[in-house]
């Protein structure tokens, strides 16, 4: 394959931020050289970009040009998202320019869409699904009414697995109430009479309770909780969006969260103190395994590199590096991402992935305590992989977390959390 690995791509973009001056493209480049370049490119790029020297940051642009490609290999298709985030945020610099390009106004595709795509060609919420639905079982069979709160994901891929989980128990199936929160109401319309029906199957007391607000929205007294139900939350990918914050007064005194310091955020300190104070019995996180909430543009640029190579390689792997629609889709699904995470900053910034370590302290600070996962998912998980059929992927424990890898690289932590 002509992609960089992702085990190898992290000593070139450690070397490559003592270039300073940008090489110029040369015909005939090895696909590994070409992705060398490209790399010392755009972080050359992304350190002029930083500094507002946009005179030399267009001159990287014109180079990266000349080497990424839409259509090529993982690392040129990469490159080609790095730069166009890095033109977007140079451009954002004159508001009536970029809005006269109908930036905001774009059409988003299908995100739906690309979320399902995703789940059908990589195993890895596959992983964090079965896992959770592992732990709830060993956890709460003797619980008799079972509150569930779904912070966002709305995935049947989830729930169905877990309803008809709960049919095994010897006592019957317990009472169950499910409240997805989730700011796209045709998602609610969606999953409601799909668990209902799956409930009704094996005989289960079942409740659905749709609250079509944002997280930012979201209180407790729209849970209509009651005093004998064993409460549970689950959040997948969509708790990083409560860490967007302004960040100037970081940036005025030179502050920086690149270091182990874990950056106070009052909006979810705030929320896990909310959700704290109900004393659910079960907090399950699935988060991107990546250190995108830095201040400095070029820090998080480089983590960005690391961490969407090992994304896009997958991507190449999974697809045979044939373009296809369900390909084009899924890249624009991390494009975005990757555009958010360079061309925006303060309350815009949304993607902002930090690493296990981080939620660590976060949940520790808002008095929670880890909860062993499943004792032993290692053998179940190879199933997965092997289902697949595809290699690279892995699982490892780590600090009462499962990282889901591609070879080396971990992408994505599943963690438990309680009172």
Same mark, same amino acid.
């Given at each position: 394959?002509?992609?960089?690995?992702?085990?190898?791509?992290?000593?070139?973009?450690?070397?490559?931020?003592?270039?300073?001056?940008?090489?110029?493209?040369?015909?005939?480049?090895?696909?590994?050289?070409?992705?060398?370049?490209?790399?010392?490119?755009? =972080?050359?790029?992304?350190?002029?970009?930083?500094?507002?020297? *946009? $005179?030399?940051? +267009?001159?990287?642009?014109?180079?990266?040009?000349?080497?990424?490609?839409?259509?090529?290999?993982?690392?040129?298709?990469?490159?080609?998202? !790095?730069?166009?985030?890095?033109?977007?945020?140079?451009?954002?610099?004159?508001?009536?320019?970029?809005?006269?390009?109908?930036?905001?106004?774009?059409?988003?595709?299908? $995100?739906?869409?690309?979320?399902?795509?995703?789940?059908?060609?990589?195993?890895? *919420?596959?992983?964090?699904?079965?896992?959770?639905?592992?732990?709830?079982? $060993?956890?709460?069979?003797?619980?008799?009414?079972?509150?569930?709160?779904?912070?966002?994901?709305?995935?049947? &891929?989830? #729930?169905?697995?877990?309803?008809?989980?709960?049919?095994?128990?010897?006592?019957?199936?317990? $009472?169950?109430?499910?409240?997805?929160?989730?700011? @796209?109401?045709?998602?609610?319309?969606?999953?409601?009479? @799909?668990?209902?029906?799956?409930?009704?199957?094996? %005989?289960?007391?079942?409740?659905?309770?749709?609250?079509? /607000?944002?997280?930012?929205?979201?209180?407790?007294?729209? =849970?209509?909780?009651?005093?004998?139900?064993?409460?549970?939350?689950?959040?997948?990918?969509?708790?990083?969006?409560?860490?967007?914050?302004?960040?100037?007064?970081?940036?005025?005194?030179?502050?920086?969260?690149?270091?182990?310091? /874990?950056?106070?955020? @009052?909006?979810?300190?705030?929320?896990?103190?909310?959700?704290?104070?109900?004393?659910?019995?079960?907090? !399950?996180?699935?988060?991107?395994?990546?250190?995108?909430?830095?201040?400095?543009?070029?820090?998080?640029?480089?983590?960005?590199?690391?961490?969407?190579?090992?994304?896009? +390689?997958?991507?190449?792997?999974?697809?045979?590096? &044939?373009?296809?629609?369900?390909?084009?889709?899924?890249?624009?699904?991390?494009?975005?991402?990757?555009?958010?995470?360079?061309?925006?900053?303060?309350?815009?910034?949304?993607?902002?992935?930090?690493?296990?370590?981080?939620?660590?302290?976060? !949940? %520790?600070?808002?008095? !929670? @305590?880890?909860?062993?996962?499943?004792?032993?998912?290692?053998?179940? %998980?190879?199933?997965?992989?092997?289902?697949? %059929?595809?290699?690279?992927?892995?699982?490892?424990?780590?600090?009462?977390?499962?990282?889901?890898?591609?070879?080396?690289?971990?992408?994505?932590?599943?963690?438990? #959390?309680?009172?």
């Amino acid at each position: 394959m002509n992609s960089l690995r992702p085990s190898s791509l992290k000593p070139d973009v450690t070397l490559s931020l003592t270039l300073s001056p940008c090489p110029s493209p040369q015909e005939a480049l090895k696909p590994e050289e070409r992705g060398i370049r490209l790399i010392q490119l755009l =972080l050359t790029c992304a350190k002029h970009a930083s500094s507002g020297n *946009l $005179h030399r940051a +267009d001159e990287c642009l014109q180079q990266i040009s000349q080497l990424a490609s839409a259509s090529g290999d993982s690392m040129q298709r990469l490159a080609a998202r !790095f730069a166009s985030a890095l033109a977007i945020r140079l451009v954002k610099r004159w508001p009536g320019l970029y809005n006269a390009l109908n930036n905001k106004q774009r059409p988003k595709q299908e $995100h739906d869409r690309a979320r399902r795509l995703f789940s059908q060609s990589f195993p890895y *919420l596959g992983f964090s699904y079965a896992i959770m639905v592992q732990t709830f079982f $060993h956890l709460m069979t003797t619980e008799r009414v079972i509150h569930i709160i779904d912070l966002g994901s709305g995935d049947p &891929k989830f #729930w169905v697995p877990l309803i008809r989980s709960f049919s095994c128990l010897a006592e019957g199936p317990p $009472h169950l109430k499910v409240t997805c929160v989730n700011g @796209k109401k045709h998602v609610l319309d969606k999953l409601g009479p @799909k668990l209902l029906k799956e409930a009704e199957t094996i %005989g289960m007391p079942f409740q659905f309770n749709p609250i079509n /607000v944002n997280l930012r929205d979201f209180s407790l007294d729209m =849970l209509k909780v009651r005093s004998e139900e064993a409460l549970a939350f689950i959040s997948v990918l969509n708790l990083h969006a409560l860490l967007a914050e302004d960040d100037r007064v970081d940036a005025h005194f030179g502050l920086n969260n690149k270091s182990d310091n /874990v950056k106070d955020c @009052k909006q979810l300190g705030q929320f896990l103190a909310m959700i704290r104070s109900i004393a659910p019995k079960l907090f !399950f996180l699935v988060e991107q395994e990546a250190d995108h909430n830095l201040n400095r543009l070029v820090d998080r640029f480089v983590e960005g590199l690391h961490y969407y190579s090992a994304i896009f +390689d997958a991507i190449d792997v999974t697809f045979e590096a &044939k373009a296809s629609e369900e390909r084009l889709i899924l890249e624009e699904m991390f494009g975005r991402e990757i555009e958010n995470i360079v061309a925006d900053e303060g309350l815009e910034r949304e993607e902002r992935h930090e690493r296990y370590g981080r939620w660590m302290v976060r !949940f %520790g600070q808002a008095g !929670f @305590k880890p909860v062993q996962l499943w004792a032993d998912p290692m053998e179940h %998980g190879k199933q997965m992989v092997e289902a697949y %059929g595809k290699d690279g992927y892995k699982m490892i424990n780590e600090r009462a977390s499962l990282m889901i890898c591609w070879y080396d690289r971990p992408v994505y932590a599943v963690s438990a #959390w309680t009172c």
